[in-house]
Nanobody
Framework: VQLQASGGGLVQAGGSLRLSCAAS?????MGWFRQAPGKERELVVA????????HYSDSVKGRFTISRDNAKNTVYLQMNSLKPEDTAVYYC?????????????????WGQGTQVTVSS
C-alpha cells in the first residue's frame, strides 16, 4: 500500500491547517501520528474504515477532526486552534483491521511525513 501525505506548512498559533493522506488499493483504518524533535512518535487521531469510529488523543480533542472520503480513499486531518506544541512531523499510517484504533503499534503501513510548524 502507498500512502501519500500532504498539506503541512507554517502557521501562526491559533491558525488552521488541513492534512490529507491518499491511500492506494483497498480501504484501511487510518491514523495520524506526529513526532516532535526529541520526543517519541505519538498517535494523534485515527478513523475506522467506514469512518464510523474515531480515536483522538487528549491533547487534540476539540481542536482536531479526522474524516475520510472513501470514494477517494483519502483521509483528512483538520487542525484548528493550533498551538506551538503541535509543531511536529505528521505521518499518516494504515492498518487493515478496525480493531483497537488507539493502539499505535498496530499500524503497519506508513506514509512519508509532512512538517507542521506553529509559530507563537
Amino acid at each position: 500500500v502507498q500512502l501519500q501525505a500532504s498539506g503541512g506548512g507554517l502557521v501562526q498559533a491559533g491558525g488552521s491547517l488541513r492534512l490529507s493522506c491518499a491511500a492506494s488499493g483497498r480501504s484501511y483504518a487510518m491514523g495520524w501520528f506526529r513526532q516532535a524533535p526529541g520526543k517519541e512518535r505519538e498517535l494523534v487521531v485515527a478513523i475506522s474504515r467506514s469512518g464510523g469510529s474515531t480515536h483522538y488523543s487528549d491533547s487534540v480533542k476539540g481542536r482536531f477532526t479526522i474524516s475520510r472520503d472513501n470514494a477517494k480513499n483519502t483521509v483528512y486531518l483538520q487542525m484548528n486552534s493550533l498551538k506551538p506544541e503541535d509543531t511536529a512531523v505528521y505521518y499518516c499510517a494504515a492498518k487493515i483491521s478496525n480493531y483497537a484504533l488507539g493502539y499505535g503499534n498496530l499500524y503497519n503501513y506508513w506514509g512519508q511525513g509532512t512538517q507542521v510548524t506553529v509559530s507563537s
